[in-house]
């Protein structure tokens, strides 16, 4: 339930074979290195683990990740695999770690978050002086759902729609919930010795959920909800992380709540963007006021964050809750420039004529001419001189362009000795 389906299942596809190239890529690097001379057998077995770890992933996220690549012609995602290279930063990866807090070792971090909502509500209640239903619940940026799910089962919404983006951990928490297991691997920071370094973990869920807990692959800033439509939104450890502006989240989750529906937000402050957005809570209280709805509860305490047993490192986080109404009108939120022009969002729309373009085209000319010359022989010397010879080009000025270039792309810049 996303606005361009298109568009983000390709996205999604590319994202899926960064992360199939860029591990595939880092095992020949690990296996190259294990055949180093030198090793203490035990970073031997290290390395193995690991290897053998990560066979395991890529082969539960191309399966669980499968369903979004559904459709699309595969020739046509070999021919065009969407990056110009890949990104060592794997999205496919983003918030990989909370599926082993959810639904492996998290018990007394989940109960924690149950409890902060819980007390929230209690606290609502009895500002409001009245019974408080959750009624229909929506969970946005709900991750891989285990505190949708304990919401659903202890504070008695009709309905819980968990919503998330990211498809990793909310397909992860989609099987689990359905009572799969998932065994997977945890790679914890700062490991507590080797046997740690690789945890396998088999994910599942203890307490089967109550009829009535949905999952939706959505974006939360256009929420598939009518307006008026719901009892409830929990907002946990996601104002600060969503692409949007605190006032346009308010808007958003007022719209879809009916008139007297409640808000409820946990989570820290760990805005990022220009200064003036960089909100503290007192700002995030008075927008909040702002944006139609009265204040009900609030409260702040320091829990544990990510404290895998099996680390060497953990967080204490500040987290901040407050329980609003729906009590006032729409706010006026201003309209915002589109942050992308119209020929991306609209195919059929021409795309502008720019000096930039010339640029790009001699740097694409440039990467593929160096790329499509290496044959294994050759050096970057012998590149520099084919090259040359195409551009009309001085070769010995060739010489830094391609070594620069191609040390950025391509793997093992660093000798493994
Ligand atoms: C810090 S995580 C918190 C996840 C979960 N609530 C938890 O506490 O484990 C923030 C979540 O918000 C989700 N999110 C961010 N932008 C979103 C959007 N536009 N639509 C839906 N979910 C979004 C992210 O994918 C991520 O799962």
């Given at each position: 339930l996303v606005p361009d389906f298109q568009r983000f299942q390709f996205e999604q596809r590319r994202a899926l074979h960064d992360y199939l190239t860029v591990t595939a890529q880092r095992q020949r690097e690990i296996g190259a290195e294990r055949r180093n001379e030198g090793l203490l057998e035990l970073t031997r077995e290290r390395l193995l683990r690991l290897l053998r770890a990560m066979d395991v992933e890529r082969a539960l996220i191309s399966d669980v990740l499968e369903p979004l690549t559904r459709g699309l012609d595969q020739r046509v995602l070999e021919a065009v695999p969407g990056a110009p290279y890949p990104t060592r930063e794997l999205r496919v990866l983003e918030m990989y770690e909370t599926v082993f807090r959810d639904w492996g070792w998290g018990d007394p971090e989940n109960d924690r978050a149950l409890d902060v909502l819980e007390r929230l509500v209690?606290?609502?209640?009895?500002?409001?002086?009245?019974p408080l239903e959750l009624?229909?619940?929506a969970v946005f940026g709900a991750g891989a759902c285990r505190l949708a799910a304990d919401v659903h089962r202890t504070l008695g919404p009709s309905v819980t729609v968990a919503l998330d983006i990211n498809p990793l951990p909310l397909l992860i928490g989609e099987r689990l919930l359905r009572g799969g297991v998932v065994d997977l691997y945890e790679y914890p920071v700062g490991a507590r010795g080797i046997a740690n370094m690789a945890v396998l973990q088999q994910l599942h869920c203890r307490l089967p959920p109550r009829q009535g807990l949905v999952l939706a692959l959505a974006d939360t800033r256009e929420p598939p909800f009518a307006a008026d439509s719901l009892d409830s939104v929990l907002t946990p450890w996601y104002?600060?992380?969503?692409?949007?502006?605190?006032?346009d989240t308010a808007a958003t989750i007022h719209r879809v709540l009916r008139s007297g529906?409640?808000?409820?937000?946990?989570?820290?402050?760990r805005f990022t963007g220009p200064a003036a957005r960089l909100y503290c809570i007192e700002e995030v209280h008075e927008?909040?006021?702002?944006?139609?709805?009265?204040?009900?509860?609030?409260?702040?305490?320091d829990i544990p964050y990510f404290d895998s047993p099996h680390a060497g490192s953990r967080r204490i986080e500040t987290v901040y809750g407050f329980a609003a109404r729906k009590s006032g009108p729409a706010p006026v939120v201003p309209e915002r420039a589109k942050p992308e022009p119209a020929w991306l969002r609209d195919v059929s729309e021409p795309i502008p004529f720019s000096p930039e373009l010339h640029d790009l085209e001699v740097r694409f000319v440039f990467s593929a001419g160096a790329v499509s010359l290496i044959d294994g022989a050759r050096s970057v010397k012998d590149l520099a001189e084919a090259l040359g010879g195409e551009l009309q080009l001085d070769p010995a000025q060739l010489i830094e362009p391609i070594r620069s270039f191609l040390g950025s792309v391509l793997p093992g810049r660093r000798a493994s000795r």
């Amino acid at each position: 339930l996303v606005p361009d389906f298109q568009r983000f299942q390709f996205e999604q596809r590319r994202a899926l074979h960064d992360y199939l190239t860029v591990t595939a890529q880092r095992q020949r690097e690990i296996g190259a290195e294990r055949r180093n001379e030198g090793l203490l057998e035990l970073t031997r077995e290290r390395l193995l683990r690991l290897l053998r770890a990560m066979d395991v992933e890529r082969a539960l996220i191309s399966d669980v990740l499968e369903p979004l690549t559904r459709g699309l012609d595969q020739r046509v995602l070999e021919a065009v695999p969407g990056a110009p290279y890949p990104t060592r930063e794997l999205r496919v990866l983003e918030m990989y770690e909370t599926v082993f807090r959810d639904w492996g070792w998290g018990d007394p971090e989940n109960d924690r978050a149950l409890d902060v909502l819980e007390r929230l509500v209690a606290a609502a209640r009895c500002a409001l002086g009245q019974p408080l239903e959750l009624g229909k619940l929506a969970v946005f940026g709900a991750g891989a759902c285990r505190l949708a799910a304990d919401v659903h089962r202890t504070l008695g919404p009709s309905v819980t729609v968990a919503l998330d983006i990211n498809p990793l951990p909310l397909l992860i928490g989609e099987r689990l919930l359905r009572g799969g297991v998932v065994d997977l691997y945890e790679y914890p920071v700062g490991a507590r010795g080797i046997a740690n370094m690789a945890v396998l973990q088999q994910l599942h869920c203890r307490l089967p959920p109550r009829q009535g807990l949905v999952l939706a692959l959505a974006d939360t800033r256009e929420p598939p909800f009518a307006a008026d439509s719901l009892d409830s939104v929990l907002t946990p450890w996601y104002i600060d992380v969503v692409e949007a502006e605190l006032v346009d989240t308010a808007a958003t989750i007022h719209r879809v709540l009916r008139s007297g529906g409640m808000w409820f937000n946990q989570g820290p402050l760990r805005f990022t963007g220009p200064a003036a957005r960089l909100y503290c809570i007192e700002e995030v209280h008075e927008l909040v006021q702002k944006s139609g709805f009265e204040l009900v509860a609030t409260l702040s305490e320091d829990i544990p964050y990510f404290d895998s047993p099996h680390a060497g490192s953990r967080r204490i986080e500040t987290v901040y809750g407050f329980a609003a109404r729906k009590s006032g009108p729409a706010p006026v939120v201003p309209e915002r420039a589109k942050p992308e022009p119209a020929w991306l969002r609209d195919v059929s729309e021409p795309i502008p004529f720019s000096p930039e373009l010339h640029d790009l085209e001699v740097r694409f000319v440039f990467s593929a001419g160096a790329v499509s010359l290496i044959d294994g022989a050759r050096s970057v010397k012998d590149l520099a001189e084919a090259l040359g010879g195409e551009l009309q080009l001085d070769p010995a000025q060739l010489i830094e362009p391609i070594r620069s270039f191609l040390g950025s792309v391509l793997p093992g810049r660093r000798a493994s000795r």
